[in-house]
């Protein structure tokens, strides 16, 4: 049966959880039916605000035959558990970012994916950032020619806990993986791998064996280059920025201002406020164009949504950018 509206059942309500339930309820197409969060003050907060029926039992969202599809926002140690509880369920499902923290787990759920008819997408939202998503295209239609060199700057504005450093898995699996996707959202498969890290300002950072600022090289299939810059700090706010370049030239993405105001006087002229300070206000239309096109999938239709192959390409990139920063070697990717 086709609804007008897709029943979603949320699982997590953190900070990402909260985003996604605002996408669901701010839809056209879309409803939020269940939240469930073994915090369940905090499921209780959320379905306040954006409708559903609170739970601290993930079991009992699956089981109401209330919902039509899964958006998991929970901690990644529950994902893989989650997503193969959704195939029994027969629940199509979203899935934040990464899968997992260890290949081998996420390689032993990947049978039963393949296996099963049920959709299964990842949520890489940055592919549907409009900006990304017209460069993207645009480079599809030839503008530039074949794609030479895609330089991919991400920065945050400040460190995040070093509670949360502790259990994230290091900046390549937590950070950098939305960078990994989109060089392989436009260039394709990645069959080499260079990363150098280092500890600059982050005390969490240092305590917990992670780094702060990272630069890795990749190199696809085809040849062509990737490099991308990565800082857990940036005085000038949320840098977000994107080139590629080609024979025929090159297109570029600059970072989202927080206001278009400047300001002239006798101290200086064009004085401009800082980029955006928050990932929601840089990539709130790509939630919720990544919300759209996972609809698409649920209704059996033809979809952009990311797989859970692409999952796995992305971790398996980011476990050799690991291995190379720590080593100080090239990594060849074999599959």
Same mark, same amino acid.
């Given at each position: 049966?086709?609804?007008?509206?897709?029943?979603?059942? /949320?699982?997590?309500?953190?900070?990402?959880?909260?985003?996604?339930?605002?996408?669901?309820?701010?839809?056209?197409?879309?409803?939020?039916?269940?939240?469930?969060?073994?915090?369940?003050?905090?499921?209780?907060?959320?379905?306040?605000?954006?409708?559903?029926?609170?739970?601290?039992?993930?079991?009992?969202?699956?089981?109401?035959?209330?919902?039509?599809?899964? /958006?998991?926002?929970?901690?990644?140690?529950?994902?893989?558990?989650?997503?193969?509880?959704?195939?029994?369920?027969?629940?199509?499902?979203?899935?934040?970012?990464?899968?997992?923290?260890?290949?081998?787990?996420?390689?032993?759920?990947?049978?039963? =994916?393949?296996?099963?008819?049920?959709?299964?997408?990842?949520?890489?939202?940055?592919?549907?950032?409009?900006?990304?998503? +017209?460069?993207?295209?645009?480079?599809?239609?030839?503008?530039?020619?074949?794609?030479?060199?895609?330089?991919?700057?991400?920065?945050?504005?400040?460190?995040?806990?070093?509670?949360?450093?502790?259990?994230?898995?290091?900046?390549?699996?937590?950070?950098?993986?939305?960078?990994?996707?989109?060089?392989?959202?436009?260039?394709?498969?990645?069959?080499?791998?260079?990363?150098?890290?280092?500890?600059?300002?982050?005390?969490?950072?240092?305590?917990?064996?992670?780094?702060?600022?990272?630069?890795?090289? /990749?190199?696809?299939?085809?040849?062509?280059?990737?490099?991308?810059?990565? #800082?857990?700090?940036?005085?000038?706010?949320?840098?977000?920025?994107?080139?590629?370049?080609?024979?025929?030239?090159?297109?570029?993405?600059?970072?989202?201002?927080?206001?278009?105001?400047?300001?002239?006087?006798?101290?200086?002229?064009?004085?401009? #406020?800082?980029? =955006?300070?928050?990932?929601?206000?840089?990539?709130?239309?790509?939630?919720?164009?990544?919300?759209? +096109?996972?609809?698409?999938?649920?209704?059996?239709?033809? #979809?952009?949504?990311?797989?859970?192959?692409?999952?796995?390409?992305? /971790?398996?990139?980011?476990?050799?950018?690991?291995?190379?920063?720590? +080593?100080?070697?090239?990594?060849?990717?074999?599959?």
């Amino acid at each position: 049966m086709v609804r007008d509206r897709v029943r979603f059942g /949320l699982i997590g309500t953190g900070r990402i959880g909260q985003v996604h339930a605002a996408s669901i309820a701010a839809g056209p197409d879309a409803v939020l039916s269940w939240v469930a969060d073994p915090d369940l003050a905090g499921a209780k907060s959320v379905a306040a605000r954006f409708g559903g029926t609170p739970t601290e039992s993930p079991e009992q969202l699956l089981a109401s035959g209330e919902v039509d599809a899964v /958006l998991v926002a929970s901690p990644t140690p529950t994902h893989v558990t989650l997503i193969g509880a959704c195939i029994d369920a027969g629940l199509p499902v979203l899935c934040e970012k990464p899968i997992d923290l260890d290949i081998a787990r996420v390689d032993a759920l990947r049978p039963k =994916v393949a296996a099963s008819s049920v959709p299964v997408a990842l949520g890489f939202n940055q592919r549907f950032d409009p900006d990304f998503a +017209e460069t993207h295209a645009r480079i599809k239609d030839g503008e530039i020619g074949v794609l030479e060199h895609l330089s991919i700057i991400s920065r945050d504005p400040v460190p995040p806990p070093a509670e949360y450093i502790a259990v994230s898995g290091g900046i390549f699996r937590d950070m950098t993986i939305h960078d990994f996707d989109m060089a392989r959202f436009f260039l394709g498969d990645i069959v080499e791998v260079s990363a150098i890290g280092a500890q600059l300002f982050d005390a969490g950072a240092r305590a917990h064996g992670d780094f702060d600022t990272v630069t890795v090289v /990749l190199r696809a299939a085809s040849g062509s280059i990737a490099t991308i810059s990565n #800082s857990r700090h940036s005085a000038i706010g949320y840098d977000q920025r994107l080139e590629a370049f080609g024979a025929g030239g090159m297109l570029q993405v600059a970072n989202a201002p927080s206001s278009l105001v400047s300001a002239s006087t006798c101290a200086g002229v064009e004085a401009k #406020s800082r980029y =955006v300070d928050f990932f929601l206000e840089r990539y709130a239309e790509a939630y919720a164009r990544e919300l759209a +096109e996972f609809i698409k999938l649920v209704r059996g239709q033809r #979809s952009t949504s990311p797989t859970f192959s692409d999952g796995r390409a992305a /971790l398996i990139i980011a476990d050799a950018a690991c291995r190379s920063a720590e +080593e100080g070697t090239v990594i060849r990717l074999t599959g």
